[in-house]
């Protein structure tokens, strides 16, 4: 039996916390997921437009196996800078990476691009001396860190776009009764693709929705057009979703690394189309071991993969779902007149 865990949220992974802070004139924010300590992480991504930092040494065969803290960021290449802040915040505590006398946290990072979204940003200004704030954004966040924390137009997902509709930072859980493993994801939701049925007033996520967390979907009134037709935006690498999936399982980095390849599965079933030229898609995985995976382990990872790509696309439905009207673009529940009902 598969079920969502209490909070259907990523931090049902015990020892996983997540902590938002947003500039909201500036229609942006930053979002750090914090494990208690370090742990085992992998990164895959997959679209043709990405921003990261420290992907590299999270491959097989590096020195590096376990992360301090992952942030997600808007604010395009701006956004990279929260990650120094939630590094000082780590060093602080003295938790990190430990080279003899020295301690340096390892906190990999992904941005999206959400420059454009209207908002107030007078730091871009030229002359204007001010700095961008992402820096005071990550400290704020990872701050904040604990185990309840806001969706939709919150953290990173605040200023996000989704096609042609308002997107947001969404998160779902999933625990597998047959095995007590639990698997969380935590997606900020800003595709090219579209999240929405075309013609219709359901999500592509409809089929996995649990416990009404999109308000009761509709069943699709026909089928889906066999080709999506793509609003090409004005600027090229302008989108993307990137998130983190979290589980309790004793992975090693390989398997961490193949969860991540599954989750990805979990994107193209949110959105049409997905992983496109124009979008930066990346997926982080933590695995804190606080369970053994069963044997035999191809067997117990295929299902866990399985969890976490459906874990994926319920959070990234649930970021658009519950995304709220910011400005000029519609939000799903605006356009195809859903409730909150049930949808916590």
């Not at 929260?82 to 020295?102: E, N, P, T």
């Not at 979703?241 to 979990?266: K, Q, S, Y």
């Amino acid at each position: 039996m598969i079920r969502p865990g209490p909070r259907n949220l990523i931090t049902d992974v015990d020892g996983i916390a997540v902590g938002n802070a947003e500039d909201r004139p500036g229609r942006s924010g930053v979002t750090v997921v914090l494990p208690a300590g370090r742990t085992l992480a992998a990164a895959d991504i997959r679209g043709g437009a990405p921003g990261t930092r420290e992907t590299d040494a999270l491959r097989p065969g590096t020195l590096v196996k376990a992360v301090d803290a992952i942030v997600l960021s808007g604010g395009s290449a701006f956004g990279l800078e929260a990650a120094g802040s939630v590094m000082a915040w780590l060093a602080d505590r003295g938790r990190g990476y430990r080279l003899g006398a020295a301690t340096v946290p390892i906190v990999p990072a992904a941005i999206l691009f959400d420059l454009n979204n209207g908002g107030d940003k007078p730091w871009m200004r030229a002359g204007s001396g001010l700095a961008p704030p992402y820096h005071a954004l990550g400290a704020a966040a990872v701050a904040a860190a604990a185990p309840d924390f806001a969706l939709g137009n919150a953290g990173a997902g605040l200023g996000a776009t989704a096609g042609p509709y308002e997107g947001g930072l969404g998160s779902a859980s999933v625990v597998d009764a047959a095995t007590g493993l639990t698997v969380g994801a935590l997606m900020a939701a800003n595709p090219l693709g579209t999240p929405v049925i075309p013609g219709q007033d359901g999500l592509w996520a409809w089929m996995l929705e649990l416990d009404g967390e999109l308000g009761g979907q509709p069943l699709p009134t026909a089928a889906p057009p066999p080709g999506i037709e793509v609003a090409l935006p004005e600027l090229p690498g302008t989108n993307t979703i990137i998130g983190v999936v979290a589980t309790d399982a004793d992975l090693d980095t390989g398997e961490a690394l193949r969860l991540a390849a599954m989750a990805h599965d979990g994107l193209a079933r949110a959105v049409k189309p997905s992983h496109t030229p124009l979008d930066g898609d990346c997926i982080f995985v933590l695995a804190t071991a606080a369970r053994r995976l069963p044997a035999p382990r191809p067997q117990a990872l295929a299902r866990l993969g399985g969890m976490a790509a459906d874990a994926t696309t319920r959070a990234v439905a649930r970021g658009v779902f519950l995304a709220e009207p910011l400005g000029d673009r519609p939000t799903y529940r605006t356009r195809h007149g859903h409730a909150l009902r049930g949808a916590g």
